[in-house]
């Protein structure tokens, strides 16, 4: 089993920037793929960003390209997600999500959730 634990979230404007944090307890990301999806009121979750553990490699949904980029940080076994020129239209609650293998953009795919951290863009 892995658990998530995210941080992070808050209340921000136009413009501005939020790091969110995904850490795993009980065991390590070595064999995962670490994802980030979003839930806005009254929409699916969706696809933000995701990182294939071991080999690095990210991937972006298109609405974020450019201003959001994950990392990671292997001794603190943390996903990270770094997120610039916000906007409200990125107003959501944000789930760490991981999974065994290869990375994959939709979250039935994803076996492990965290318990979300709200992120709010004020205009």
């Known amino acids: 089993q892995v658990q998530l634990v995210e941080s992070g979230g808050g209340l921000v404007q136009t413009g501005g920037s939020l790091r969110l944090s995904c850490a795993a307890s009980?065991?390590?990301?070595?064999?995962?793929?670490v994802g980030w999806f979003r839930q806005a009121p009254g929409k699916e979750r969706e696809f933000v960003a995701a990182i294939r553990w071991s080999a690095g490699s990210t991937y972006y949904a298109d609405s974020v390209k450019g201003r959001f980029t994950i990392s990671r940080d292997n001794a603190k076994n943390t996903v990270y997600l770094q997120m610039n020129s916000l906007k409200p239209e990125d107003t959501a609650v944000y789930y760490c999500a991981a999974r065994v293998g290869a990375v994959r953009v939709t979250r039935i795919d994803y076996e492990y959730w965290g318990q979300g951290t709200q992120v709010t863009v004020s205009s």
């Open positions: 009980r065991r390590t990301f070595s064999n995962n793929a």
